[in-house]
């Protein structure tokens, strides 16, 4: 059964500051790995998807990359802003699962001004 | 723009009673997911289809039906609402052949049974 965990669970840091997110899946037979943001009191928003050919994706201040081998993706975001205070969920589809995703619990940004 | 949209937004109940909640995606996508998400457990899938008539239980099925009777709407049932159902669900939708299959998610239905 896949697991999904994400470290820290929550994290504080001053505006400006480039930050590392970290999600570890324990099956590294993935089809792709999925970053998400949410809001409190909302749903949940799609930030990037990496398909598991790949090792990296961009979009705008956000890096994700991708190490199956090691059961690895980090969400890089850079020159941090207030408004990227959020949670952010990874979720991953395996090979053998379908569509369905299996979520971690989430890290819990905040940024100070 | 195609979205996904769920109602009611709150909901309070009472132990005992059926309650719908209602998905409803204009992105012609044929799988549809529903989840509830709770402090401790994250988000963790309850009932799920991948097209009209098609149903599957997740890991948490029990006390829930869905039915998909058109390719836009996967409504989810509790059949006898009981406080442990009292959690934030969330429907999503996805597509085998669009953007790698990317789920896209409602707004979420907060529901309270008391």
């Known amino acids: 059964k896949q697991e999904v965990t994400q470290i820290p669970a929550a994290l504080s840091v001053p505006e400006g500051e480039n930050l590392v997110l970290n999600c570890s899946f324990t099956?590294?037979?993935?089809?792709?790995l999925q970053w998400f943001r949410q809001d409190p009191g909302k749903g949940l928003t799609s930030l990037l998807l990496?398909?598991?050919?790949?090792r990296e994706q961009t979009s705008g201040r956000l890096n994700a990359s991708l190490d199956k081998s090691s059961g690895r993706s980090t969400l890089y975001i850079a020159a941090s802003q207030p408004g990227d205070s959020a949670t952010y969920l990874c979720?991953?589809?395996?090979?053998?699962?379908?569509?369905?995703?299996?979520f971690g619990e989430g890290t819990q940004l905040t940024v100070n001004p | 723009d195609a979205e996904i949209t769920q109602s009611p937004r709150h909901k309070i109940t009472e132990t005992g009673r059926q309650v719908t909640l209602a998905c409803h995606q204009t992105?012609?996508?044929?799988?549809m997911f529903w989840y509830r998400q709770d402090l401790g457990h994250g988000l963790r899938l309850i009932h799920y289809?991948?097209?009209?008539?098609?149903?599957n239980k997740g890991e948490v099925s029990d006390g829930y039906s869905v039915s998909r009777s058109n390719t836009e709407d996967l409504p989810l049932t509790l059949e006898s609402a009981a406080s442990s159902q009292t959690s934030v669900y969330f429907c999503a939708s996805s597509d085998e052949n669009r953007r790698y299959n990317e789920q896209f998610f409602g707004p979420g239905t907060r529901l309270t049974v008391l």
């Open positions: 099956d590294s037979a993935i089809y792709n």
């Open positions: 289809s991948y097209g009209v008539h098609d149903t």
């Open positions: 992105w012609n996508h044929n799988n």
């Open positions: 990496i398909q598991s050919s790949q």
């Open positions: 979720a991953v589809k395996t090979e053998t699962s379908g569509s369905r995703l299996t």
